[in-house]
C-alpha cells in the first residue's frame, strides 16, 4: 500500500490496526520504489514550476551567451 497507492506508512499503520504508529509498516512494508520516487519528485517540481509561471524568471548574466544549460539531476 506504502509504494502501490502512494499511502504515507502513517495511513496504512492505521488501517491496518497497528498500534505502535508506522514503525512496522515504516520497516516491513514502507520500501519505495526508487524510479516512483524519482517521479513524484520530478512531477513534484514540474507541477510547482507550473503554478510559478507568474513569477520571475531567472535571467543569465549579460554576456554570458555562450553558457552552457545545466543538467538536470533526474
Known sequence: MVDELE?????VAIAL???DGENL?????GHR???RALDRI??????RAGADQSEPQR???HGSS?????QSLF
Open 25 to 29: 509498516v515504516r520497516r516491513l512494508y
Open 7 to 11: 499511502m504515507s506508512s502513517e495511513d
Open 42 to 47: 520530478v512531477n513534484a517540481y514540474a507541477t
Open 33 to 35: 520504489d526508487k524510479g
Open 59 to 61: 535571467q543569465e548574466p
Open 66 to 70: 555562450t553558457a552552457q544549460p545545466q
Open 17 to 19: 490496526g497497528h498500534q
